[in-house]
T-cell receptor, first 114, second 111 residues
Framework: NAGVTQTPKFQVLKTGQSMTLQCAQD?????MYWYRQDPGMGLRLIYY???????DKGEVPNGYNVSRLNKREFSLRLESAAPSQTSVYFC?????????????FGPGTRLTVT | RKEVEQDPGPFNVPEGATVAFNCTYS??????FFWYRQDCRKEPKLLMS???SGNEDGRFTAQLNRASQYISLLIRDSKLSDSATYLC????????????FGPGTRLSVLP
């Protein structure tokens, strides 16, 4: 059981470049999430997918798009990267978005935009 | 006011000390509560869920006070390996309510 996996682990982009962060979970969870974590800001929710086929904006969705490809996979796309998007990105999954179900996190992607 | 607040610390304590963290939440509809541990440059990992009656896991004790809307984490007999950032998280029972994390409290256990 790998849990939640993310690729890549590290990425450096130039301003204006695009990229997709990949996330997959093998726990048969219904819900998946993308967070960014910045020093002093804690974890901020970018987008989430309560179930396959649905996606919703979180606290900081601007500049990002997501795709819930199937139950296992949830990708995050930066169409035109900006230095303000330099951050650590975590994908997480849970049984459902509500109730007593904890979230499980992937190892993170460290993104630097120059 | 932020939805979930924590004292950022750092808390610097000697090995063997007892240390307690509090976390306050603003949404009275919150129903589920958790403590996560995050090591430097790693992902958050669940430390323990917090139950209404309070619960213990070895040296760790979690408490919930619904009336005052806070949860606490007590660590007894601190070990060097307890050095980490501790995040609290709250969740609701209604579909669409977001799982909200606090900003974390940093703990350093000193030899």
């Amino acid at each position: 059981n790998a849990g939640v996996t993310q690729t890549p682990k590290f990425q450096v982009l130039k301003t204006g470049q695009s990229m997709t962060l990949q996330c997959a979970q093998d726990m048969n969870h219904n819900s998946m999430y993308w967070y960014r974590q910045d020093p002093g800001m804690g974890l901020r929710l970018i987008y989430y997918s309560a179930s396959e086929g649905t996606t919703d904006k979180g606290e900081v969705p601007n500049g990002y798009n997501v795709s819930r490809l199937n139950k296992r996979e949830f990708s995050l796309r930066l169409e035109s990267a900006a230095p303000s998007q330099t951050s650590v990105y975590f994908c997480a999954s849970s049984e459902t978005p509500a109730g007593p179900y904890e979230q499980y996190f992937g190892p993170g992607t460290r993104l630097t935009v120059t | 006011r932020k939805e979930v607040e924590q004292d950022p610390g750092p808390f610097n304590v000697p090995e063997g000390a007892t240390v307690a963290f509090n976390c306050t939440y603003s949404n009275s509809a919150s129903q589920s509560f958790f403590w996560y541990r995050q090591d430097c440059r790693k992902e958050p990992k669940l430390l323990m869920s917090v139950y209404s009656s309070g619960n213990e896991d070895g040296r760790f004790t979690a408490q919930l006070n619904r009336a005052s809307q806070y949860i606490s984490l007590l660590i007894r007999d601190s070990k060097l390996s307890d050095s980490a950032t501790y995040l609290c998280a709250v969740n609701g029972n209604n579909y669409g309510q977001n799982f909200v994390f606090g900003p974390g409290t940093r703990l350093s256990v000193l030899p």
